[in-house]
């Protein structure tokens, strides 16, 4: 430590330059912060084990359809204590850019739903009203909606039969709003009722998309999941029951291998921070040439200068890095916030501290091994005079 000062005074020695270099290597390590907890929201979830609401769906893709007469036989296993299901929907209101979340439920959905906050009377009036529908606060307020609206909507998928196209029209009976503020994002959803989609649309009649469940002990979330997958094993509608995070990734995961997609831009990025900071090394030890001859005649070896040139390039790396995961600490709970709950992301763990910390390590060393070798080969003539 009793060098850190020349290691200090060398890294700021061009003030502006090395606090773009520092912006660089922060940019890339809150990028890589984002993009870990993304991996690692992706990966998790799997275990049902803890939780009071798992969700059934089809085992080989989240688009196909489930058999309804699937959901007494799962409402009899042992531990189920309630269950529900919906039907994604798509679609847009008026114009394409307009998407919307529209998603066909079972009456009784908003029993298992105890977060959302919705009137007896709007309640009942879905349940009365065939072509009925329930909307979000937020949305509602988004477009202007009054209960007692028509809202037209242009679905994804499914053709009407009563129009032979795709556009569907509902009744506005009610709106509903989440307990939680975080969980905002929900009430950008328009719900309507299952039994009216499966009579009026084209195909894929008497299928839910999804089924959820609600279990009586959720110690025993496991053990029930296990059941009910045993259900219709070994048949041609084979299901697959995970918690309602697992499922709701399952979504982008269509996409395509994230994990992939995420190291491929990780790998380019990090290969630009390497030019970049590496020709940032390299133009600082190539400015200070006659300094570190001046440090030799005083008597550092060679190795000491190579050390602390190596000390340098990791330090900048290390200074950069650490804001930018501690950035990316500071995000992500208000990404989830702004997201209204709809987006959530696991807070920066030990594991990508210490793999972050490691990459810094590695980079700083990577960068500096050109300039720290130049300075521990220089000539003390030749660099004091200028050659």
Same mark, same amino acid.
């Given at each position: ?12 020695? +061009?003030?502006? +330059?090395?606090? $773009?270099?520092?912006?660089s290597v ?12 993304? +991996? ?14 798992? /969700?059934v769906?089809?085992?080989?893709? /989240? ?13 009899a296993?042992?531990?189920?204590k ?48 065939r072509t009925?529908?329930? @909307? %979000?606060?937020?949305?509602? !307020?988004?477009?202007?909606? !009054? ?7 242009? %679905?994804? /998928? ?15 009976? %009610? ?6 503020? !975080?969980?905002?994002g929900?009430?950008?959803q ?11 649309n ?5 299928e839910?998309?999804?089924?959820i @469940? ?18 219709s ?24 291998? /994230? ?9 380019a ?15 600082? @030890? +190539?400015?200070r ?25 990791? $330090? ?9 995961l ?12 702004a ?47 200028g050659?």
């Open positions: 430590m009793k060098y850190f000062h020349l290691i200090w005074a060398a890294l700021f020695r +061009r003030k502006t +330059r090395t606090m $773009l270099t520092l912006l922060l940019a890339a390590f809150l990028l890589f912060g984002m993009l870990d907890a993304v +991996r690692v929201a992706f990966n998790s979830g799997g275990d049902a084990a803890g939780v009071d609401r798992m /969700i769906s089809s085992k080989y893709s /989240i688009i196909q359809g489930l058999p309804q007469n699937l959901l007494p036989r799962i409402k296993t042992p531990g189920v309630n269950l529900t299901w919906a039907n994604w929907f798509g679609g847009y209101y008026q114009d394409r850019k307009n998407q919307m979340v529209n998603i066909a439920i079972d009456p009784q959905y908003f029993d298992i739903y105890p977060e959302f906050v919705i009137s007896e009377d709007a309640l009942k009036k879905f349940r009365e009203t009925g529908a329930l @909307v %979000g606060e937020s949305l509602a !307020k988004r477009w202007g909606w !009054k209960v007692g609206d028509k809202i037209p909507v242009t %679905g994804a /998928i499914f053709p009407n039969k009563a129009t032979g196209d795709t556009n569907w029209s509902f009744d506005l009976v %009610g709106t509903f709003a989440a307990k939680d503020e !975080k969980q905002r929900a009430e950008q328009l719900f309507f009722r299952w039994d009216y989609f499966d009579e009026a084209s195909y894929a009649r008497h839910v998309g999804w089924i @469940v609600q279990v009586t002990d959720p110690n025993k979330s496991d053990e029930v999941a296990k059941a009910i997958d045993a259900i094993a070994n048949s041609d509608h084979e299901t697959k029951t995970q918690t309602e995070q697992a499922f709701q990734l399952s979504f982008a995961k269509q996409l395509g291998d /994230i994990g992939l997609i995420v190291s491929a831009i990780m790998g990025v990090f290969f630009t921070l390497l030019l970049l900071t590496g020709n940032t090394m390299a133009q600082g @030890v +190539r400015e040439v006659p300094e570190l001859a001046t440090l030799k005649t005083m008597g550092f070896s060679d190795v000491s200068l190579l050390l602390l040139v190596f000390a340098e390039a990791v $330090l900048l790396i290390v200074i950069g890095g650490t804001l930018g501690g950035l990316v600490a500071l995000l992500l709970p208000v990404i989830g916030a997201s209204g709950g709809m987006l959530q992301l696991p807070p920066v763990g030990m594991g990508t501290w210490i793999t972050g910390l490691l990459m810094m390590i590695g980079i700083g060393v990577l960068v500096g091994v050109l300039p720290a070798v130049r300075a521990m080969r220089l000539n003390i003539v030749d660099a004091l005079a050659r």
